[in-house]
């Protein structure tokens, strides 16, 4: 094993943020690589977490206003990018969508999410509304509530939103007003994979609002 100067670097940072990653040898030693493991899991929330990050995902934050601060900022001015969405999408109240714009830290992990659902093919996607797009930022407060929505820090896109509205009981294959289905398992599934949540579950079990889909990590 010789001496790495990115390895020392690395050591040095670690313990700065308080981590053990034993002498600051440059040697990349196992208390190294559990510090490193460490501080990986403290960012992403998890082991598991910080196992699926690929450098392009950022940590799921919880449902809460400090989380979602301490992850994409300050509520009502999120630094935004855009991209040109992967398949043919329209506003739910009329006219193409050419772009699509979110916080720029989940840029990747949604386009990604788009894509896969794109492979389903274009009978599909209209099936369910999936290209019924309605928005993104937003500086809301939660409906009925005071604090603010995932719509303000630009982390979360709504879909369909005539079948799948804010108080629709999610069950899926039942028709919406607009002809379309509910969300699918299958999208469900999709977003999951790219650590989106979909809708919010009620009391009872069940869930509803399935045109929300968040990089937020909730029940």
Not at 31 to 60: C, H, I, M, V
Request: proline letters at 7%.
């Amino acid at each position: 094993m010789s001496y790495s100067h990115a390895i020392y670097c690395q050591q040095i940072g670690l313990k700065t943020l308080g981590f053990d990653p034993g002498p600051a040898d440059g040697l990349d030693g196992r208390k190294t690589r559990n510090a490193l493991a460490e501080s990986a899991a403290a960012r992403f929330g998890s082991k598991s977490e910080a196992a699926k990050s690929d450098g392009n995902r950022p940590p799921r934050p919880k449902s809460t206003t400090a989380d979602k601060t301490r992850i994409f900022g300050k509520a009502g001015s999120p630094p935004m990018t855009t991209f040109t969405p992967p398949y043919p999408m329209e506003f739910s109240w009329g006219g193409s969508v050419s772009k699509i714009g979110c916080h720029k830290l989940i840029t990747e992990p949604l386009k990604a999410a788009l894509e896969e659902i794109g492979n389903k093919g274009a009978p599909w996607i209209k099936k369910h509304g999936l290209n019924l797009y309605a928005g993104c930022f937003n500086d809301r407060s939660t409906r009925g509530g005071r604090t603010k929505s995932d719509h303000a820090w630009a982390i979360a896109i709504d879909l369909n939103p005539d079948a799948n509205g804010n108080h629709q009981t999610w069950k899926p294959g039942t028709r919406g007003p607009n002809g379309t289905l509910q969300m699918p398992k299958e999208a469900v599934r999709i977003f999951k994979r790219h650590g989106f949540q979909v809708g919010f579950q009620q009391s009872s079990g069940t869930r509803r609002d399935m045109m929300h889909v968040a990089y937020v990590d909730r029940v």
